[in-house]
């Protein structure tokens, strides 16, 4: 009997420390977990020194900041690894984990991220920003878009105000009236057209050229051409005309990529996802666009820089019409999308909600700035 009695102690302490020995396996399993670093490949057409590189750097920042450096990034700018048309196609094969570049160089996968392209809808980059966040949370097609070519949404943001750089000054659409205007897009495209402008396709890289040569007389861009592209060297005049966003920015993370984060990560990401699009990102914008205007100012070549007065805005949206809206609805259902016309009520109603009725742009704060020159 004693004998049984030892072995029966002797089995008890065999378990007990197998106990432990499984614990201290967990605890050491839980702490190279959490050590764990994820090494993210993020690709990017953005020029540095630009507003939009500003909103692109605040979200990566922030992933490797709150990870406490568990998230690292290998970062290939300017189209190094990708260029702008080939940007998703790389999240979407592997090639890279995070894509920025434009959705309308891939327009056969974004129609519906055209929304942000309509014109004369908004001024407000937070709010077009935020109604979009909010866009791809409540509305299943929209959201459609990107999972079914398994991307994860992380904002959609403006390449800033349009603005018009010219040799003369322009107050309204009458000034318009027979002028060249560099035009890319189908509602930049229509607008110009409305006031008998002939619109010309003019690559950013060539804006410069096009101007001095008088290929153009007109710039429709924003406030990267007089300063990162340095038309201010041979446009003297520039404006904002009340069109609103001709473009947009996208940055998208592979889906699988986030699937594979251990939760906490997914939940950092989700949380600085969030805060780039309640605002953190159109802050990051308006300081970069501040030190822009800088430039133009102390620069000495701009001679003026205005905000067309409400009338003329209203005139140029008139004669526009619905034009860009309807051929956003029929792209849309020819590319088999129900309801697209509800999905521009619900963003311009998102717009509304979301929109400060006392806003003040970098457009506007440098427009000031001139007047007071």
């Known amino acids: 009997m004693s004998e049984l009695i030892g072995i029966r102690r002797a089995y008890k302490r065999a378990l007990k420390l197998s106990g432990a020995a499984i614990t201290a396996l967990l605890m050491i399993t839980n702490i190279s977990a959490a050590q764990e670093k994820h090494r993210l490949v993020v690709s990017s057409i953005l020029l540095d020194n630009t507003p939009n590189t500003s909103v692109q750097d605040w979200f990566l920042d922030e992933l490797v900041k709150r990870s406490n450096g568990r998230i690292e990034l290998e970062q290939y700018r300017a189209g190094s690894l990708c260029n702008g048309q080939e940007t998703t196609t790389c999240v979407m094969d592997g090639r890279a984990d995070i894509g920025i570049t434009v959705p309308a160089y891939s327009p056969q996968q974004f129609v519906l991220a055209e929304l942000g392209t309509l014109p ?126 001709y473009t947009l920015i996208g940055i998208w993370m592979a889906q699988s990529t986030y699937d594979n984060l251990p939760e906490d990560l997914q939940e950092i990401v989700d949380g600085v996802i969030y805060d780039l699009n309640a605002g953190a990102g159109a802050e990051a914008f308006a300081a970069t666009a501040r030190l822009q205007c800088d430039q133009l100012v102390n620069g000495g070549q701009v001679k003026g820089f205005t905000i067309w007065d409400e009338a003329a805005k209203e005139s140029w949206a008139q004669q526009t019409g619905d034009g860009p809206m309807k051929r956003f609805v029929e792209k849309a259902q020819a590319a088999n999308y129900d309801a697209p016309d509800q999905i521009v009520t619900e963003y311009e109603a998102l717009l509304a909600q979301y929109s400060a009725p006392d806003a003040v742009t970098p457009i506007t704060e440098c427009a000031d700035r001139f007047k007071a020159m």
């Open 120 to 245: 004369f809808l908004t001024s407000d980059n937070a709010a077009q920003m935020r109604a979009f966040y909010e866009l791809n949370n409540s509305n299943q097609a929209f959201r459609s878009e990107t999972t079914k070519i398994g991307l994860k949404p992380v904002a959609y943001f403006s390449a800033g105000l349009s603005v018009l750089g010219s040799k003369t000054p322009l107050s309204g659409p009458d000034d318009l009236k027979g002028l060249r205007v560099r035009a890319i897009g189908d509602g930049v495209v229509t607008s110009v057209r409305a006031v008998d402008a002939q619109p010309v396709a003019v690559t950013a890289s060539e804006m410069y050229e096009a101007a001095e040569r008088g290929i153009v007389d007109v710039v429709f861009n924003n406030m990267d051409a007089p300063t990162a592209y340095n038309l201010d060297e041979v446009l003297p005049y520039w404006a904002d005309a009340g069109y609103g966003h």
